[in-house]
C-alpha cells in the first residue's frame, strides 16, 4: 500500500503544484487523471523521490520514502514523462547497463534479466537497434522494461501513451495490464479511454487538489439522471453555451452532439448513460464556475 498523506508542493516561483494530496494506493492499477499542469508529473517525481515535497509524508509499506528515499528506489520503477535523451546504443546495452545500476551485477543474471524483458515488451527483434531510431510505440514500450528491471514493487508511469497510434497505444496498455496485481502500479494521464480501460481504482487531480476518487464505476453511477446529451447544428453552440452547463462537445456524423450538466432533464435532451469521460469532464465543469 502506497499512502500519501497531507502533500503539497509550491514551486520556488509560488506555483503551488500540489495542494494537501492525501491517496491510499493498494496493490493493483492506480489511474491518476488530469488536465495539463494539474500536478501530476510534480505528484509522480515526488514518489519517486526525485523532488523533495514542501509538506506531507509518503509511506510504501514500511518504508517512510523522505527519509529513505535509497529504500524506495530500490523497489521503485519509474517510466517519466519524457525520456530527454534517446541514445545511439542499442536496446539490448542499454538495459543492460541499467540492470548494472539497479545492482544486478552478476553476468548470467542480467542476461536473463535482460532477455525476459526484451520478450515481455515485443523488443527482441530490434534488440540490436538504436534506440535513437525506436518509434513512439517502441520507446514507451523500452520505458517499461527499463522500469520492470529488479522487479519494482512500486512502477509509475507518467503520461506513456500520449502520441501513440492507436495500435501502439493498444499494445502498451496490454503490456501494463499484464504486469500484474501483485504490485502498486500509477497511471498518470490526461486520456480518459486509458484510466477506463484499465484502472480498478482512481483520482481526478486539478489544481494541485484530489477532487474525485473511487471506482471508475461508482464514479460514472454517480453521474447517472445528471448528464444529458442532445444534437444541435454547430451554429447553435453558443447559445446552449449561454444557458446549459456544457461539459462537452464533440462532432457526429457532421453534427455536434453536446453533454450538458444538469439536476433535471432540460427539454429536448436525452438522458446519457454516464462514461468516465462524463465524470471527468463535469468534475473539471464544476471547478470551473466555481473558479
Ligand atoms: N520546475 C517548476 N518550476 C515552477 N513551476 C513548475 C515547475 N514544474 C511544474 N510547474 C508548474 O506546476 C504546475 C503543475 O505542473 P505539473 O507538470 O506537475 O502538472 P501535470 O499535471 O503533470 O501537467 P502536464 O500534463 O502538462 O505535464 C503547473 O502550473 C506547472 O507550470
Known sequence: MLEIAGLSHTYANGTV?????????????????????????????????????????IRFGDIDALAEPDRLRRTLGYLPQDFGVYPRVSAYAMLDQMAVLKGITGRADRKAVVETLLNQTNLWAVRDKA??????????????????????????????????????RNRFLNLLAAIGDNV?????????????????????LANGRVQLQGK?????????????????????????QASHEIISTRLFAGQTIIH???????????????GLEDVYFATLSTLRRAA
Not at 464505476?217 to 439522471?225: E, F, K, N
Not at 450538458?260 to 446519457?272: C, E, I
Request: net charge negative.
Open 131 to 168: 534506440i535513437a531510431g525506436f518509434s513512439g510505440g517502441m520507446r514507451q514500450r523500452f520505458g517499461i522494461a527499463q522500469a520492470l528491471i529488479g522487479n519494482p514493487e512500486l512502477i509509475i508511469v507518467d503520461e506513456p501513451t500520449a502520441g501513440l497510434d492507436p495500435e501502439e
Open 260 to 274: 450538458v450538466l444538469s439536476d433535471r432533464q432540460p427539454a429536448g435532451f436525452h438522458p446519457v448513460e454516464g
Open 17 to 57: 503544484a500540489l495542494n494537501d494530496v492525501s491517496l491510499s494506493i493498494p496493490r493493483g492499477m492506480f489511474g491518476l487523471l488530469g488536465p495539463n499542469g494539474a500536478g501530476k508529473s510534480t505528484l509522480m517525481r515526488t514518489i519517486a523521490t526525485l523532488q523533495a515535497p514542501t509538506a506531507g509524508t
Open 184 to 204: 502498486v502500479v500509477i497511471l498518470s494521464t490526461h486520456i480518459v479511454d486509458d484510466v477506463a480501460d484499465l484502472c480498478p481504482l482512481m483520482a481526478v
Open 216 to 240: 471508475p464505476a461508482d464514479l460514472i453511477a454517480s453521474t447517472r439522471g445528471h448528464v444529458w446529451r442532445k444534437a444541435i447544428g454547430h451554429s447553435e453552440l453558443p447559445t446552449y
